[in-house]
C-alpha cells in the first residue's frame, strides 16, 4: 500500500506507536510510507526523502502551545502548513490516508482524501476533548473557560470527523463501545486499536543486579509505577497506598518511570519526602530503554482513577510491566484491567482504595513464586496478543478494506 499519515508528534519523536508501527513495520512489510509532521528545526515546508522508506518526509514549521490568543492564531497557521504540505503529494496516488488524533490536520486532511477519492481513516488514542473539559471544569468559570470552550469544540470536531471517516479507530473496546452507541459512529467502521508492545529480550539477571544495587532497589520490596505525574492521575494516592505497604514491608520503595522534569515531578518529590515514602524516580527515557529498569522491580501497579476518561482508555503501561514478567496490580474499575488480568492470570484488578491496593501489594511481595508464575503467564499473553506485530498486521487488514463498508464489514472490530 501507498500510505499518508499525519501523527500529532513532531519529527523525531519518542513515541512508540510513530517509531515502530509507522516508521518500522508497515515499511517492513513492504508499504511505502508518506509523512506530514511538524518539526521544530524548520521555517518552511521542507520535503525529505522519508529515513524509513522510499515515500517522502515533509516536515513544516512546529509552534508549541502558548496563551489562548495563541493558540488560535496558531492552530490558523497550521491549517496553512498542512495545506501547503499536502500540495507537495498532489500527483501521489494514495490507497489510505490516515491521522492520529490531530484534529487541525484531520480536517484538512479528509478533505484532501476526499478530492483523491482515497479512504480516510481517523486514530482516537486519547479522549483529549473529554479531559481537557474536565479540566476546564475543575478551574472553575473564570479560569477554566477557554478550556472549555476548546474543550467543547474539540469534542464537537472529533466527532464530526469521526463521522466522515471511512474508518475510525479508536484505543479501547470501550472507546468504540461509547463510540458506536453513544456518539452514533458506524459500527462497521469502528475497530479498536489498543496499545501494544515491542519485544525486548530480557536483560540478563546480572545487568539487573547491577542496576538495581545502582538504584539502590531492595529485593523483593521495589514497586514500580511508569507513566505521568499529572493531578487528574491522582499520583498522591500512590504515596499512601505505599505508605500503608511499609507499614509491613518496612524496605519496600517506590521506583518511578516518567517523561516530565517539570514542576509536577517536584511536587510529588517534596509530598514523598513529607510522607517519609522512599521513591527513585528515573526519566525521561526512551521507550526502547523503559524494560530495562521495568525488571528492576517486583511488583507494578496501575492505581488509575475510575473516571470516564480513563475507563475508555487502554491500560498501557499494565501491559508493559506484563511483559516485563511483573505482576500488576490495576484498577478494577478500568474494565480493561479486570478483563486482560482475568484472561493472562498476569495481574490483580483492586478497587481504587488506598488499603485494597497495599493488601495487594503486599500478597504479592510475600511470595515470589507467585510473582513469578503470574509474571510468565502474563508475559505469554502480552506476547500473543498485543505486541506491535500482530497490531501492525491488523491495521494493514483494515487500511486495506477501507475502501469499502462490505470489505470492513467481515472484519473483526477487535484485535482480541
Known amino acids: 500500500m501507498n500510505l499518508l499519515i499525519l501523527p500529532e508528534y513532531p519529527f523525531?519523536?519518542?513515541?512508540?506507536?510513530?517509531?515502530?508501527?509507522?516508521?518500522?513495520?508497515?515499511?517492513?512489510?513492504?508499504h511505502?510510507?508518506?509523512?506530514?509532521?511538524?518539526?521544530?528545526?524548520?521555517?518552511?515546508?521542507?520535503?525529505?526523502?522519508a529515513p524509513w522508506t522510499n515515500g517522502q518526509l515533509i516536515l513544516f514549521p512546529h509552534e508549541p502551545l502558548g496563551?489562548?490568543?495563541?493558540?488560535?492564531?496558531?492552530?490558523?497557521?497550521?491549517?496553512q502548513w498542512v495545506k501547503k504540505s499536502l500540495e507537495h503529494l498532489l500527483p501521489v496516488t494514495f490507497d489510505a490516508v490516515l491521522v492520529r488524533n490531530d484534529l487541525v490536520s484531520a480536517q484538512i486532511a479528509v478533505a484532501f482524501a476526499r478530492a483523491k477519492n482515497t479512504p480516510f481513516a481517523f486514530q482516537v488514542s486519547s479522549p483529549d476533548a473529554e479531559f481537557r473539559i474536565r479540566q476546564g471544569r475543575q478551574r472553575g468559570l473564570a479560569k477554566g473557560i477557554y478550556t472549555l470552550a476548546r474543550g467543547y469544540s474539540d469534542l464537537w470536531r472529533r466527532r464530526w470527523l469521526c463521522r466522515r471517516a471511512d474508518v475510525v479507530l479508536p484505543?479501547?473496546?470501550?472507546?468504540?463501545?461509547?463510540m458506536v452507541h453513544v456518539e452514533k459512529i458506524d459500527s462497521l467502521r469502528a475497530f479498536s486499536f489498543p496499545m501494544g508492545i515491542t519485544p525486548w529480550p530480557l536483560v540478563p539477571l546480572a545487568e539487573i543486579k547491577a542496576l538495581r544495587d545502582t538504584l539502590q532497589l531492595p529485593a523483593e520490596?521495589?514497586?514500580?509505577?511508569?507513566?505521568?505525574?499529572?493531578?487528574?492521575?491522582?499520583?498522591?494516592?500512590?504515596?499512601?497506598?505505599?505508605?500503608?505497604?511499609?507499614?509491613?514491608?518496612?524496605?519496600?520503595?517506590?521506583?518511578?518511570?516518567?517523561?516530565?522534569?517539570?514542576?509536577?515531578?517536584?511536587?510529588?518529590?517534596?509530598?514523598?519526602?513529607q510522607l517519609n515514602v522512599p521513591v527513585k524516580i528515573v526519566g525521561p527515557l526512551h521507550h526502547t530503554q523503559v524494560g530495562r529498569y521495568l525488571q528492576c522491580a517486583d511488583v507494578a501497579i496501575s492505581p488509575i482513577p475510575p473516571?470516564?476518561?480513563?475507563?475508555?482508555?487502554?491500560?498501557?503501561?499494565?501491559?508493559?510491566?506484563?511483559?516485563?514478567?511483573?505482576?500488576?496490580?490495576?484498577?478494577?474499575?478500568?474494565?480493561?484491567?479486570?478483563?486482560?488480568?482475568?484472561?493472562?492470570g498476569g495481574?490483580?484488578?483492586?478497587?481504587?482504595?488506598?488499603?485494597?491496593?497495599?493488601?495487594?501489594?503486599?500478597?504479592?511481595?510475600?511470595?515470589s513464586d507467585r510473582r513469578r508464575q503470574m509474571g510468565e503467564a502474563g508475559r505469554r499473553w502480552?506476547?500473543?496478543?498485543?505486541?506491535?506485530?500482530?497490531?501492525?498486521?491488523?491495521?494493514?487488514?483494515?487500511?486495506?478494506?477501507?475502501?469499502?463498508?462490505q470489505s470492513l464489514a467481515v472484519l473483526a472490530h477487535s484485535p482480541d
Open 12 to 30: 523525531p519523536t519518542n513515541h512508540v506507536v510513530v517509531e515502530t508501527v509507522y516508521e518500522k513495520l508497515l515499511p517492513e512489510h513492504g
Open 32 to 49: 511505502t510510507i508518506h509523512m506530514v509532521r511538524p518539526s521544530s528545526d524548520v521555517s518552511d515546508v521542507v520535503v525529505r526523502l
Open 67 to 79: 496563551s489562548a490568543r495563541f493558540n488560535i492564531l496558531r492552530a490558523r497557521r497550521k491549517r
Open 171 to 178: 484505543i479501547s473496546d470501550a472507546m468504540r463501545h461509547y
Open 221 to 273: 520490596g521495589t514497586i514500580v509505577y511508569s507513566g505521568v505525574l499529572d493531578a487528574i492521575r491522582q499520583p498522591d494516592r500512590m504515596l499512601d497506598i505505599v505508605a500503608c505497604v511499609r507499614q509491613r514491608v518496612p524496605e519496600a520503595v517506590l521506583l518511578i518511570l516518567t517523561p516530565q522534569t517539570d514542576e509536577r515531578r517536584t511536587r510529588f518529590e517534596a509530598r514523598a519526602a
Open 307 to 344: 473516571i470516564f476518561e480513563y475507563c475508555i482508555s487502554s491500560p498501557t503501561k499494565s501491559l508493559e510491566g506484563m511483559f516485563a514478567g511483573l505482576p500488576v496490580v490495576g484498577s478494577s474499575e478500568i474494565q480493561e484491567h479486570a478483563d486482560i488480568f482475568r484472561e493472562s
Open 347 to 367: 495481574g490483580l484488578a483492586i478497587p481504587f482504595e488506598t488499603n485494597a491496593f497495599a493488601d495487594a501489594i503486599v500478597s504479592l511481595l510475600s511470595c
Open 382 to 405: 502480552v506476547l500473543s496478543r498485543r505486541t506491535y506485530g500482530k497490531l501492525t498486521g491488523y491495521l494493514e487488514t483494515i487500511l486495506q478494506g477501507a475502501s469499502s463498508v
